[in-house]
C-alpha cells in the first residue's frame, strides 16, 4: 500500500481523507518527491485545510436557509451582568490552522515562492532572466 491509501491514524473522516489524498495527488503531479515519513507532515496539512473548511461553514450567515444559519462573524455570550458579543472563536482557529497550512504547503513545494529552482523560466546566477532568444547578457545589462 502506498503513502495516499496510507494516511496517519489521526485522519479519521471523509474531508481529511479527501485533503490528505488530493493534496497527495497536487504533490506528486508537481514532482516533489516524498517519502513514507512524509505521511504525517502531509496528515497535518490534511487535518488543518479540513478544519479551515469546518470554521468557515460556522462563521458563514445565510439568510437564505434557517437551517443553515450559523453564529457567523460574532456570537453572543452570557457575561457577568448580561449577553454580549464576542469574536467567534472559529475566527482564531482558522488562522491558526491558516499558519500551519501555510508552513506546509512551503514545505511541499504548493507556493509559487517555494517552487522557484533553477531553469528554464528561473533567475540565473546573474539576475537576468532566461529568455527564448538568449535574453540579455551581462555586458548588455551594464551598458544600459
Known sequence: MGIRESYPNFINDALQIHYYQA???????????LKDQ?????????LNLA????CSILITESDEDPEKKTHGMLIK?????????RINPALSVMEKAGAQVKFYFERFQMTPQSRIVKGANALDE???KDAPGGGMSQEDFKSI
Open 23 to 33: 493534496c497527495y495527488d497536487d504533490i506528486i503531479s508537481n514532482q516533489v518527491a
Open 38 to 46: 512524509d505521511v504525517y507532515a502531509l496528515g497535518m496539512l490534511a
Open 51 to 54: 478544519l479551515i473548511e469546518k
Open 77 to 85: 455570550m452570557q457575561g457577568d451582568r448580561k449577553i454580549c458579543d
Open 126 to 128: 546573474s539576475g537576468v
